[in-house]
C-alpha cells in the first residue's frame, strides 16, 4: 500500500515538473526580461551574458545556452529560468563576496606578503568566494612557508557567513620551524675539493656554531648557490659544465634536509683565438684592447661577458647608444680550444632629446641640470650620460641615483635621458642636547641646509655651547656663483673657548672674525681655492697658567689681529655622502699671513682619505692628516694657533687634545701637574675596516668598522722634533649612526703604546658634536 502511494506521488511529481518546463520549453517570442534575486551583480552583467534579447524567439536550445552562459560568469550558484506570460524570468541566487582575509599566527611571513601571494592566484578581498577557495588559499600558503624551508607549517581555512551574502575568512597558521640543513653534498667534483665548492654557498650545513650560520633551508638560497656553482665553473674553463639533478631530501620529522647535487664537470678548454667581425664603425684597432679573453688562456664566460660590455660602452661613447654585441664562444671538443667570434650591430647613431629629472620634489631642476656634461641635442654618450649620474651622486643631496634611456617614438636615432632621484634630508632645523668625551654637556641649536630651499646653496646658523666652547657662526655658500662653476662663500664667527676644560693648558680665547673664500673648477674632480680672513683673538690666563704661556702673554701682550690669506686645490671622487663607500679626497692647503698681522706664521697642511672596496659588505678606508706651522719675521708660532691630536677624530683611545708635548707647570703653581701644550706639527694616520652589519637595513646612516689609529704633535719651537718613533698607536672598534636627532659617534679603543704621564679614555661618544 506505501510503495503504491509513493508511486502516485512520484508521478504527480513528474507530471508538474514537465509541466513547469512546458511553459519554457515551448518556444516564444521574448517580450521583456526579468531578473529577480540580485544583490551586489548589476542587472547589466545579466543582460551581458544572456544570449537572449528581446523580440528574439526563446527556444529551449536557446533556453540551456542561456543557463550555461550565466553560469560561466561564476556570480551564481543556483540559475532558474521560467515563463510568465511571454515575460522571461531569470531567477538568481549569488555567491558571497570575500569581505575580509584575518591572518593569525604569521610572524615569519608579514600579512601583507601573504596577501599579496593570494592576490597572484586570484585569490583577495572583494572576489566571489567558492568552497574551493578554502582549499586553494591552504594550499598557495603552504607553498609560500615551505619556499622558506618551514615544512611543518599548518594552514586553516574557515569562512563565516556574514550579513548581505559575504563572508569573512580567517586563517590560522601554525608556522613551524625552519628545516635545518645537516649535510650537503656535491657529488662528481673531481678537480675541486667539495670544501672549496661549498665555500660558494650562502647555505651552510648545521655546526656546534649554528646560530651564527645560515643553516636554515630555503629554496629561493638554493637556487642562488646552484647558480653561483654554475658560474664559477663557466668562469675557469668548464664550458661544459652540467648540473645533472639536485635532490632536497626531508627527515620524518620534517625538520632537517639532506641536500645532494649531482655535477659533470666536463673537461677545461682555454682560448685558441679570438675575432671581431660584424659591422665594425669603428677601426678594429680602438675595440682591440677592450678585449679581455686572451689567446692560450683559461676561457672564463665572466671575462668574454666584461669584454662585450666593455665594446658596448666604447661604440656607446660615439654615439651608438643602441649598440649590440654577442660573445659567441665556438667550441672544439676534440683540442678542447674555444674560438670567440664578438659579432657587432652599432644600430644607428643616437642623439638625446631630452633630459628629465624625477623625484628632485625639493630641489630644482636647474641644480640637477648644472651637473649634467651630456648636453640635449648632441651624440648620445654612454660615458657623459654615466659621469652626470656619478656628479649627481657626489652632490650629497640623494640618497640614490638611476639613469635610463628610453627611444624616443617615431624617431630611431634619437633618445629621452631620465634621471630618477631619491632625495635625502640634506639639513636640519632644530636645537638639542647632547655629550662629547671630551667637550661635557653640549646645549646647541641650529639651521643648518645644505640645499638651502632646493637652490644647492650650503646655508647655516650654529649656536653651540659646552664647557670647552662657546661657538656662534653664520655661512653661506653658493657652489655655483657663476655658471662655469666659480663658487663663492662667507662667514662670520665668534668663539669662546676655555682650553683647560679641554685638557689643554690653562688659558681663554675670545675669537672673532669674518672670511670671504672663492674656488674654480680645473677639471671634473678637482678646484682650486683662495680664501681671505680677518679674525681677533683676546687671551686670557687661567687660575694656574702654564709658564710658556705667561712667559708669551708678558712680552707679546694678550690681544692679536691676525689677517691672511688662504690658496687650497682639492680633489674629491667621494660617493655616498656623510657615509661615503668609494673614491677619495685629497686637500693641499697653505695659510699664510698678510702685512698688519701682530703675530706673523705659515701653515701647510694636507688631509686625504681612500675607500677600496674588499667585497660587498667589507671596505677599508686609509685616512690622514698633516699639517705645520712656523712663525715669520724669526717670530714663533702662536701657541693658540697650535695642534692637538687625541680622541675622536685623531687618536682614539685617548683623552681629547692629550697626546704630545706638555707645558711647564706655572710659576703661580710649580707643583701643578703639566697640562697637553699642543705643538707646531700634527701627524695622523687611520686605517678602518668598514662591515656592514646584517641586521641593517640603511647603510647610508649607520657604520660599524675595526680601527687603527696613530699620530703626535710635535713642537719644534721648543725642541720635540718629529720622530716615528714617538707617534702614538690604538685599535679598536667604533660605529657612526646618523639619527634625526644628531650623529651619534661612539668607540671602544685600546692605546698600544701608552706611557705613565698619557691620559687614555677606552669608552668615548659624542652626540650632537655634529653642530
Known amino acids: 500500500m506505501v510503495n503504491k502511494r509513493f508511486r502516485v506521488v512520484f508521478h504527480l511529481l513528474v507530471l508538474l515538473c514537465v509541466t513547469s518546463y512546458s511553459q519554457v520549453a515551448t518556444a516564444f517570442v521574448v517580450a521583456d526580461i526579468r531578473v529577480e534575486g540580485l544583490q551586489r551583480v548589476s542587472a547589466g552583467t545579466v543582460f551581458s551574458a544572456l544570449p537572449i534579447e528581446v523580440g528574439d524567439e526563446a527556444s529551449s536550445a536557446l533556453l540551456a545556452e542561456a543557463n550555461r552562459s550565466l553560469f560561466k560568469t561564476g556570480y551564481f550558484h543556483q540559475i532558474l529560468i521560467g515563463r510568465e506570460s511571454d515575460v522571461l524570468v531569470v531567477r538568481v541566487k549569488e555567491r558571497p563576496s570575500i569581505a575580509k582575509l584575518s591572518f593569525e599566527g604569521n610572524e615569519a611571513i608579514q600579512t601583507e606578503q601573504l596577501e599579496e601571494g593570494l592576490r597572484r592566484s586570484g585569490l583577495a578581498e572583494g572576489l566571489i568566494f567558492k568552497r574551493a577557495v578554502l582549499e586553494k588559499i591552504q594550499q598557495e600558503l603552504s607553498r609560500q612557508y615551505i619556499s622558506q624551508g618551514r615544512y611543518s607549517v599548518k594552514v586553516d581555512a574557515t569562512a563565516e557567513l556574514l550579513p548581505r551574502n559575504r563572508v569573512e575568512i580567517t586563517i590560522n597558521v601554525i608556522e613551524g620551524e625552519v628545516a635545518k640543513i645537516k649535510k650537503i653534498n ?170 628629465s629629472f624625477y623625484g628632485n620634489v625639493g630641489t630644482q631642476d636647474e641644480v640637477l641640470r648644472r651637473e649634467m656634461v651630456q648636453m640635449e641635442g648632441a651624440l648620445a654618450s654612454t660615458f657623459r650620460i654615466e659621469h652626470s649620474k656619478t656628479r649627481l651622486e657626489r652632490l650629497g643631496f640623494f640618497k640614490n641615483v638611476t639613469v635610463e634611456t628610453v627611444p624616443v617614438p617615431g624617431a630611431s636615432d634619437q633618445i629621452d635621458v631620465n634621471y ?75 668663539k669662546k673657548t676655555n682650553f683647560d676644560e679641554a685638557n689643554v693648558s690653562s688659558f681663554l680665547t675670545d675669537t672673532i672674525g669674518a672670511s670671504l673664500r672663492y674656488s674654480y673648477p680645473i677639471s671634473d674632480t678637482s678646484r682650486l681655492g683662495f680664501e681671505v680672513r680677518v679674525e681677533n683673538d683676546n687671551l686670557k690666563l687661567g687660575v694656574y697658567p702654564a709658564q710658556e704661556i705667561f712667559n708669551f702673554v708678558a712680552a707679546e701682550g694678550n690681544e692679536f689681529n691676525t689677517y691672511s690669506t688662504s690658496f687650497s686645490w682639492t680633489k674629491s671622487t667621494l660617493v655616498g655622502g656623510l657615509l661615503a663607500t668609494r673614491g677619495s679626497k685629497n686637500r693641499l692647503s697653505m695659510q699664510i699671513t698678510l702685512p698688519g698681522t701682530d703675530m706673523g706664521y705659515i701653515v701647510i697642511s694636507y688631509t686625504g682619505e681612500k675607500y677600496f672596496r674588499l667585497t660587498d659588505t667589507y671596505f677599508v678606508r686609509l685616512k690622514t692628516r698633516l699639517a705645520q706651522g712656523e712663525g715669520l719675521d724669526d717670530g714663533p708660532f702662536p701657541f693658540y694657533e697650535h695642534f692637538f691630536a687625541g680622541g675622536f677624530g685623531s687618536v682614539r683611545g685617548y683623552r681629547d687634545n692629550t697626546i704630545g708635548p706638555k707645558s711647564t707647570p706655572g710659576i703661580l703653581d710649580p707643583d701643578q701637574s703639566a697640562q697637553a701644550f699642543g705643538g707646531n706639527i700634527l701627524t695622523e694616520f687611520t686605517a678602518e675596516l668598514i662591515f656592514r652589519l646584517p641586521f641593517v637595513e640603511d647603510h647610508s646612516t649607520f657604520r660599524s668598522m675595526f680601527f687603527v689609529d696613530a699620530g703626535n704633535v710635535f713642537d719644534s719651537d721648543r725642541g720635540y722634533d718629529l720622530k716615528a718613533s714617538e707617534l702614538k698607536y690604538s685599535a679598536g672598534i667604533s660605529a657612526i649612526w646618523v639619527t634625526a636627532l644628531a650623529p651619534l659617534t661612539f668607540s671602544f679603543g685600546k692605546a698600544l703604546n701608552d706611557d705613565i704621564d698619557d691620559r687614555t679614555q677606552t669608552f668615548q661618544f659624542t652626540l650632537g658634536a655634529g653642530f
Do not use: C, W
Not at 273 to 297: A, C, F, H, M, W
Not at 468 to 486: C, E, H, V
Open 186 to 355: 656535491i657529488i662528481g667534483s673531481a678537480i675541486y675539493p667539495e670544501e672549496r665548492l661549498l665555500r660558494l654557498f650562502e647555505l651552510e650545513e648545521s655546526g656546534f656554531f649554528g646560530f651564527m650560520s645560515d643553516d636554515k633551508y630555503s629554496r629561493e638560497k638554493l637556487s642562488g648557490d646552484l647558480e653561483r656553482l654554475k658560474t664559477f665553473y663557466l668562469d675557469n674553463g668548464y664550458i661544459k659544465f652540467a648540473l645533472q639533478s639536485v635532490q632536497v631530501a626531508l627527515t620524518p620529522d620534517r625538520k632537517s634536509v639532506f641536500i645532494t647535487i649531482n655535477i659533470d664537470e666536463g673537461a677545461q678548454y682555454t682560448v685558441s683565438n679570438y675575432r671581431i667581425s660584424g659591422d665594425l664603425v669603428v677601426p678594429e684597432s680602438e675595440l682591440t684592447p677592450y678585449v679581455y679573453t686572451k689567446t692560450d688562456q683559461v676561457f672564463s664566460r665572466k671575462m668574454m661577458n666584461a669584454s662585450t660590455e666593455a665594446m658596448t660602452i666604447r661604440l656607446g661613447n660615439d654615439g651608438y647608444a643602441f649598440a649590440n654585441i654577442n660573445g659567441i664562444p665556438e667550441i672544439d671538443e676534440e683540442t678542447h680550444r674555444v674560438a670567440i667570434a664578438y659579432l657587432i650591430d652599432p644600430g644607428k647613431r643616437t642623439y638625446v632629446n631630452r633630459i
Open 420 to 494: 630618477s632621484v631619491e632625495e635625502q634630508p640634506s639639513g636640519s632645523v632644530g636645537a638639542s642636547i647632547g655629550f662629547g668625551g671630551g667637550t661635557g654637556l653640549i646645549f646647541g641649536a641650529n639651521i643648518s641646509q645644505k640645499n638651502f630651499i632646493g637652490s644647492g646653496n650650503d646655508v647655516s646658523f650654529n649656536i653651540s655651547s659646552s664647557d670647552f666652547q662657546d661657538d656662534y657662526n653664520f655661512s653661506f655658500f653658493d657652489p655655483y656663483y657663476t655658471a662655469d662653476g666659480l663658487s663663492r662663500g662667507f662667514s662670520v664667527f665668534y
